[in-house]
């Protein structure tokens, strides 16, 4: 199905099923531990043997010596992969360095072996007793140190060009009355989810099955053929439920690719999971980023000028962290400059973590403009007000905006969380020991569209049964997938049977980039459209006048239950949603507002989020329940990006000093309060079929600042280093009463 005009009236819009808040219909696959993970797949792969990974023990160099003689001898040994007798192998178009690392290092914890045994902890034991020498080459490890030398980087599909000019900044800011300056740091991070890397493999001949927690199917399917050398055909990759992900599992890592090797070498289906400590620098991870942000303004507080230059690091031939790109978007201002400029560091491979680009840009972006409204004299609430465009800003041809409710976010989430009370002079509000502050920001995040398949099967019990290599990262796709079939077909939710995660279904668009909700459903409703069609043919009715309702179809007088119409054979229909040119036509975007209040203890620096709202317009929500859980998860997240998160980086040896969760903090219950969700009224016909867009990544965006700027609004302390530990408060903090 092309998808080329915004959509008109049609069979979603009856909303029975989709836009009502439902419960996960995986729920108890779940809460009774019977749903299927990669690591616990002993129905499919009996008899698996164990993997443990070895982690290189420098960041650049060599290996001088490996001695594994002592290993092979240990009990239950059955075999140590090396690149030394793993064969020939390639890179994946998704890796920066090489997977199986050997004799050169590419980083810290790049996997050099895999010792395989028949329990985990004789592997886990053998893999102690390998013995490896190192030759150590000098590295860069310090992205500030680097700064200068860092060059724009390369455009790619996702990320645009490196750099957006606009008018004339330089000029339009010298003469701007008004002017604001400012650097911010945000630091490396992590994704630290709970199920780790993990994959079985297993060899059938030449056909290889990879049980794995992966987000996208379809490019790793491509990726672990590249990396072995073997036909893609003779792939199959499973994984249909997934405990986290965040973008960390967007690509094959060391589990997939040793696992099939190990399993290839004993001829017997191996497990790999990587232990906790590597997975900080053997996986990729969020990089920091330095962000130099400029505004120029008139006195009536509108932006005429306004520039967002960011550098980070990464491997050579590894890609940006494009911070700088929802400033292209977000605030109109006629002279505008964005550049993204990459240094070569030799840490490891920097790639994309939750709302990869806006969820560090917003950090500093949304801190700037509070900076910038106090300089003027006015409510960082109106100030984001005046400065709303619904064009894009750097359109010619002024692009308008599909949808765009960002005022409406602001106004409400202002009114609902009593806006109006704030003390717009830091550090004036006290309850006892603690200092009180309230910060408001901004939420942006692009709505991606990709194509998108699913197949459809009617059959004579009446049940939909729907496949496609759709993943649920816990994200709750089996659930919506369900209602746009239910919907589709007219049939109870109880009568849909979701199959997700297998490479041997449609491709679809996969998990990642917040467009996995709409795009994955839209290639549902393209395949009912085509099952609807046969269903109409087959009972001798119009598909264009036919109704299907309660099970059945219907075209005037006549009723016929769907599973009569099935048959014994039964019907079935696949397509694929695919989009034309309306991206182009229109800038499709997601918005919000999000507003915190927190106490910082005015003795200790110790800071409590204590209310949080988010207020998102994100097209049509397909259901309630699991986006509000998406959203409040990004909130989540977005407080420890603000006041914990940050991989220490040894700047001598090149690698991530807090590699487990003992030393890399997240929030756990007691450091999130009440959360609030609001979703704004709202369908975008020019998004698609479904007429929605996605919320996941949009509900991080922006929440780590707020909290910065509620933080200076309780202490009148400026942070502009994340995170805000209280350590950059305690010395700087309003005298104690």
Not at 142 to 162: N, S, Y
Not at 664 to 675: R, W
Request: proline share 5%; net charge positive; glycine share 10%.
């Amino acid at each position: 199905m092309k998808f080329t005009t915004p959509a008109t009236t049609n069979p979603i819009d009856q909303l029975k099923v989709v836009g009502k808040p439902t419960e996960r219909v995986d729920g108890p696959l779940k809460t009774t531990g019977t749903a299927p993970y990669a690591y616990e797949r002993h129905d499919a792969a009996p008899d698996a043997v164990y993997g443990y990974v070895v982690g290189a023990g420098i960041a650049k160099g060599r290996i001088a010596s490996m001695d594994l003689k002592a290993a092979r001898a240990a009990p239950g040994v059955l075999a140590i992969v090396t690149a030394r007798n793993a064969g020939k192998l390639g890179k994946g178009d998704f890796n920066t360095a090489k997977l199986l690392g050997g004799p050169a290092i590419d980083h810290y914890h790049q996997a050099v072996a895999l010792v395989v045994a028949t329990t985990f902890e004789q592997a886990r034991a053998a893999a102690q007793l390998v013995r490896i020498t190192y030759e150590r080459s000098p590295g860069k490890f310090d992205l500030e140190a680097e700064k200068a030398g860092a060059q724009l980087a390369k455009p790619t599909p996702f990320a645009g060009p490196p750099e957006s000019k606009v008018g004339d900044f330089a000029g339009a800011y010298a003469r701007a009355p008004v002017q604001f300056d400012a650097t911010y740091t945000t630091p490396d991070q992590t994704h630290a989810m709970m199920e780790p890397h993990a994959s079985i493999a297993a060899w059938k001949g030449d056909k290889l099955t990879v049980w794995t927690s992966n987000q996208m199917i379809a490019w790793s399917v491509g990726d672990m053929a590249k990396t072995l050398g073997i036909p893609k055909a003779n792939v199959r990759l499973v994984s249909p439920f997934i405990g986290g992900g965040f973008g960390g599992k967007l690509f094959v890592r060391a589990d997939a690719v040793l696992a099939a090797l190990g399993a290839r070498m004993v001829k017997r289906p191996v497990k790999v999971a990587l232990q906790r400590p590597l997975m900080a620098n053997n996986t990729t991870h969020r990089p920091a980023t330095i962000q130099r942000i400029r505004i120029g303004a008139g006195r009536d507080g509108k932006i005429t000028a306004i520039a967002h230059e960011g550098w980070n690091g990464n491997l050579p031939d590894g890609s940006a962290e494009t911070a700088v790109n929802q400033t292209r978007l977000l605030y109109a201002g006629a002279d505008r400059l964005t550049t993204t400029r990459l240094a070569v560091l030799d840490l490891p491979e920097g790639n994309a973590l939750r709302a990869p680009g806006e969820a560090p840009g917003m950090m500093a972006l949304e801190i700037a403009m509070d900076e910038m409204a106090e300089k003027l004299g006015m409510d960082p609430v109106e100030f984001r007000i005046v400065n709303d465009t619904q064009v894009d800003p750097e359109a010619k041809e002024r692009r308008p905006f599909s949808q765009r409710q960002l005022v409406q976010c602001l106004r409400t989430g202002a009114e609902r969380f009593g806006w109006s009370k704030r003390n717009a002079r830091p550090g004036q509000v006290r309850e006892g020991q603690w200092l009180v502050g309230l910060g408001v920001a901004a939420g942006f995040r692009n709505n991606l569209l990709t194509k998108s398949g699913a197949r459809v099967r009617l059959d004579n019990r009446g049940v939909v049964t729907v496949e496609t290599d759709m993943t649920d990262i816990g994200t709750g796709s089996y659930t919506i997938i369900a209602q746009t079939a239910a919907e589709m077909m007219g049939v109870p939710l109880a009568k849909v049977f979701v199959r997700l995660g297998d490479s041997s279904f449609p491709v679809s668009a996969g998990s990642g980039g917040q467009w996995g909700a709409n795009n994955a459903t839209s290639g549902v409703y393209a395949a009912c459209m085509k099952l609807r069609e046969a269903v109409a043919k087959k009972a001798g009715m119009s598909a264009t006048e036919a109704v299907f309702t309660d099970g059945t179809i219907r075209a005037g007088e006549r009723v016929v239950p769907l599973a009569e119409v099935a048959g014994t054979q039964g019907l079935s229909a696949e397509d694929f949603i695919e989009y034309g040119d309306l991206d182009k036509k229109y800038q499709q975007s997601t918005f919000a507002a999000h507003f915190v209040e927190v106490a910082v203890d005015a003795h200790t620096g110790e800071t409590r989020v204590r209310r949080m709202l988010a207020v998102c317009a994100a097209g049509r929500i397909l259901n309630p329940t699991s986006a509000r859980s998406q959203v409040i998860g990004a909130m989540t997240m977005g407080v420890g990006a603000a006041l914990m998160e940050e991989l220490a980086v040894d700047t001598r040896r090149g690698f991530f000093v807090n590699h487990d969760l003992a030393g890399y903090e997240v929030p756990v219950h007691a450091d999130i309060p009440h959360q609030d969700v609001i979703f704004l009224d709202e369908a975008d016909p020019v998004s698609s079929p479904m007429k929605a867009k996605g919320v996941g990544e949009l509900g991080l965006c922006g929440v780590s600042a707020a909290i910065a700027i509620a933080i200076y609004n309780a202490t009148g302390v400026r942070v502009r280093d994340y995170p805000i530990t209280l350590d950059k408060l305690i010395g700087k903090m309003p005298m104690a009463a």
